[in-house]
């Protein structure tokens, strides 16, 4: 139910730790504009910075379309093989070098600055990122829509039971589906790129309480009225606001214990 952070969602780390926040980062200088010819140097700065006594490795780094803010790297036969969305292609040299100092440290295991995991985060969370990344969502990536028509519910009157209850009819429906499969990490979640709430399909069943799937709609309904905030470079996806709207819903503690034995 809980969205992951944006850093983790590209690095699968968390923040990095204290002891890593004491170390100050030497970044290349570069003209901007310049950083995507000189990627490559970026890298091996970078990789030497990180590991000072070990031999400096083949570099592949190219930039490819993915359907988001993607960035990978791997150790294959001695060559570091990177592979960063495009929409990074022309950033700044700066942030090009936050993300080869993160790439590098996640894959040695070294402790990441919290300079530049800051740096990083900042760029990814501006307004005009943040807008490109929501566009090559819509236009490159594809939804797997089920029905909203499940075998013993209809998320569509379910939507509009809640909508009449806590939203005055005033919230515009977006498509409806139960997932293509019986997910039971993701339970449910809203893609604001393609304005779609998916619920588990695990839930369309006849044992499912009514107040678990309608609090799970409702959830998802919340993240509509309470879109995703950015504060000091960091997402806040479950705002004061929408807690306190969730709070809202009657068979709140009901729900989330049946949640619990899923």
Known sequence: MTAPSLFQRLFGTPEPSPAAKSRKPR?????????????????????????PRAPMPAFDIR?????????????????????????????????LTAIAHIL???????????????????????????????HIRQTRGRKRISTAQGLYYDLDEVFEVLNQRFFHGL????????????????????DAAHNTIVVSKVFDRADTPRAAVEYLLYHE???????????GGRRCV?????????????ELAEAKAYLKRI
Do not use: C
């Open 104 to 134: 590098i440290a996640k894959l040695y295991r070294k402790p990441i600055a919290a300079a530049h995991s800051s740096r990083y985060r900042r760029f990814t969370t501006s307004t005009e990122i943040t807008k490109q990344a929501e």
């Open 221 to 231: 309904m919340l993240h509509l009225k309470h879109p995703v905030k950015v504060k």
């Open 27 to 51: 970044t290349v200088k570069q003209p901007h504009g310049a950083a995507t010819a000189n990627i490559k140097d970026i890298f091996e700065h970078e990789y030497r910075e990180l590991r």
């Open 63 to 95: 930039f490819k379309r993915f359907t988001s803010l993607n960035t990978t790297i791997r150790l294959r036969e001695a060559k570091l093989h990177v592979r960063l969305s495009d929409l990074l292609e022309h950033a700044p040299a700066d942030v």
């Open 238 to 250: 479950h705002s004061r606001e929408f807690q306190a709207d969730e709070r809202l819903f009657p």
């Open 171 to 190: 919230m515009a429906r977006p498509t409806l589906t139960w997932s293509t499969q019986h997910a039971r990490r993701m339970l449910g979640h809203y």
